[in-house]
Structure formats: structure tokens, C-alpha cells
């Protein structure tokens, strides 16, 4: 397995660090782009993990950190919270549209991605945000997968808007790094003026290919009924909801990964199975 690590600069010149990891004999494959959540990075948890089971299964796979999620040169650490206190979900959906475009544009991965066969999958917030990206981009995005999907981006208290109000900003603890992390309110008022456009179930009941939503049963961040919601909202043909007994919202798995779990195990193989059956195809 060959694993690329590099960079590119959207906009507002910030660097979109990725990972490229594909089989050495990978040729016009099938890819994937993981795209992580709130408090969620390239090499959090699981994600290596995954896009290298993935990869190993015959998939290009391409696993970015947003550009202003925080995370430092040595894609661990959040060293730039004052990136991430300016994020807004208008900017991580230019980052991403920015990888889609370098790829359609051979870019990225020339020879090796084949571009009418790219697939989505999304972590919590990042599962809302590939939904989203793929209701946008029917012709080019195939196939959609979520794990723990957020249903809404509205999801903070009377108590917390009114800070935002007050004060300009709030702050919310990392509960691994017992980071302080400060949003500002540009995220709010982001949220607020493209409420229309950011509508994560309208997105769904736009989907047309075929779409996966995984969910644990015990999620205690982010309820399995979002995903039995996202599932009956969505539009595709070809839909399914894998609800996991016992798993909770990241299956299992802490930040650094020691040990695949069982429910972990589960989510990869239902995906690469979706996966199989509806993108590795030509």
C-alpha cells in the first residue's frame, strides 16, 4: 500500500492537509473521500485505521483535515485554535468542493482514481456535511456513507446562543486534550443566513445513489434517531440503515486507536460490503 501525504491551498490560502493512500497496483480505482467531524481530524481514532482497510479492500481512499479544524504540522495536535474558532460549515464545504474539483481535474490521484467513481463518507458532522455534498453533486458523487450522521447543524442550547449573542463567541471543552475551544459567532451567523442551503434533511430527500446511513444504538452524542430519520427522509432508490447494537458514537474507538473493536469491525464491513456493491462497479 503506497500513502501520500500532502497539501493544497483553497482560497483563502490555507493548507488542506490529505492523506492519499492507495494499492501499488491501483489504476482508475474506485475512491473515497472520509470526511471527519466536529473535533475531528485526518488522523483521529479510527480514520487511519479505516482508510487503510478500505485501501487494502481495493479503494483509493483520501482522508483530509479541513482547513481551519484546528489541527497542527503534526496532525494531532490542535495548535491553531484560532482557526478553528473561525470555521464556519460554508468554509469546510469550499475545502471540500475545493478536493472534488482537483480530482475531477486529475489533480489529484491522476491515473490512479477513477473520477466517475467517488463515494462520500462522513462522521458525525461530517456525515451531515457529505450528505449535503452529495444531494449538490449527484453526477459526480456515486455512492454515500455515513457513520453517526447528525441530522440538523442547529444542535446548541437557548444558553450557548445567547452567549454567542452576548459575548461573541463560546467555548467548548475537549474533553481528550481539556482544550478550551472557542466558536465565534461568524459560525452562528453562518449557519443562520444559509439555513435553507444547509438543510441536511431536504439534502436527503435529494439524494439520488445509493446511500448507507450506520448508526450505534447506544450513540450518546448524536441519537440513532437521526439516522432512522436521515433513512426515511432519503430520496435514493437504493437506501439502507445499519443500526449497531451496543455501539456508541465513534463504535467503540478512543483517540489514539489501541484495539479494533466488534462494533467497529461491523461498521467497516457493512461499508465495504455498500461499497462493493455499488461502487466497485464499472
Known amino acids: 500500500m503506497i500513502r501520500k501525504t500532502f497539501h493544497i491551498q483553497n482560497k483563502s490560502n490555507e493548507p488542506i492537509h490529505i492523506d492519499l493512500r492507495h494499492r501499488e497496483d491501483a489504476h482508475e480505482s474506485p475512491t473515497v473521500i472520509i470526511v471527519h467531524g466536529f473535533k475531528g481530524f485526518k488522523n483521529w481514532g479510527f480514520f487511519p485505521d479505516l482508510a487503510d482497510r478500505l485501501t487494502l479492500a481495493g479503494y483509493v481512499t483520501i482522508t483530509p483535515n479541513f482547513s481551519r479544524n484546528g489541527i497542527g504540522y503534526d496532525?494531532?495536535?490542535?495548535?491553531?485554535?484560532?482557526?478553528?474558532?473561525?470555521?464556519?460549515?460554508?468554509?469546510?464545504?469550499?475545502?471540500?468542493?475545493?478536493?472534488?474539483?482537483?480530482?475531477?481535474?486529475?489533480?489529484?490521484?491522476?491515473?490512479?482514481?477513477?473520477?466517475?467513481?467517488?463515494?462520500?463518507?462522513?462522521?458525525?458532522?461530517?456525515?451531515?456535511?457529505?450528505?449535503?455534498?452529495?444531494?449538490?453533486?449527484?453526477?459526480?458523487?456515486?455512492?454515500?456513507?455515513?457513520?453517526?450522521?447528525?441530522?440538523?447543524?442547529?444542535?446548541?442550547?437557548?444558553?450557548?446562543?445567547?452567549?454567542?449573542?452576548?459575548?461573541?463567541?463560546?467555548?467548548?471543552?475537549?474533553?481528550?486534550?481539556?482544550?478550551?475551544?472557542?466558536?465565534?459567532?461568524?459560525?452562528?451567523?453562518?449557519?443562520?443566513?444559509?439555513?435553507?442551503?444547509?438543510?441536511?434533511?431536504?439534502?436527503?430527500?435529494?439524494?439520488?445513489?445509493?446511500?448507507?446511513?450506520?448508526?450505534?444504538?447506544?450513540d450518546e452524542t448524536v441519537s440513532f434517531k437521526d439516522g432512522e430519520l436521515l433513512h426515511e427522509k432519503c430520496g435514493a432508490y437504493v437506501k439502507r440503515l445499519e443500526l449497531i447494537e451496543k455501539a456508541g458514537h465513534t463504535f467503540g474507538i478512543p483517540h489514539p486507536l489501541e484495539k479494533p473493536t466488534e462494533e467497529y469491525l461491523t461498521a467497516v464491513e457493512l461499508t465495504e460490503h455498500f461499497l462493493d456493491n455499488y461502487l466497485n462497479v464499472l
Not at 464556519?88 to 473520477?115: A, C, F, N, P, Y
Not at 482544550?179 to 443566513?193: A, E, I, S, V
Request: glycine share 6%; hydrophobic share 35%; proline share 1%.
Open 75 to 218: 496532525y494531532n495536535t490542535f495548535e491553531h485554535l484560532d482557526k478553528f474558532a473561525e470555521n464556519t460549515h460554508s468554509h469546510e464545504m469550499e475545502d471540500l468542493q475545493l478536493i472534488i474539483d482537483q480530482i475531477k481535474e486529475e489533480k489529484i490521484g491522476k491515473r490512479v482514481i477513477d473520477i466517475e467513481r467517488l463515494a462520500l463518507l462522513g462522521h458525525s458532522r461530517g456525515g451531515g456535511t457529505a450528505i449535503l455534498k452529495a444531494a449538490e453533486l449527484e453526477e459526480d458523487i456515486k455512492c454515500l456513507v455515513t457513520w453517526a450522521a447528525v441530522s440538523t447543524f442547529f444542535r446548541y442550547s437557548d444558553q450557548q446562543i445567547k452567549q454567542w449573542e452576548k459575548k461573541g463567541f463560546i467555548e467548548i471543552e475537549n474533553g481528550r486534550t481539556k482544550q478550551m475551544m472557542r466558536m465565534n459567532k461568524t459560525y452562528w451567523d453562518d449557519l443562520n443566513k444559509n439555513k435553507k442551503l444547509f438543510n441536511i434533511e431536504k439534502a436527503a430527500e435529494n439524494l439520488v445513489n445509493p446511500s448507507l446511513f450506520i448508526h450505534g444504538q447506544n
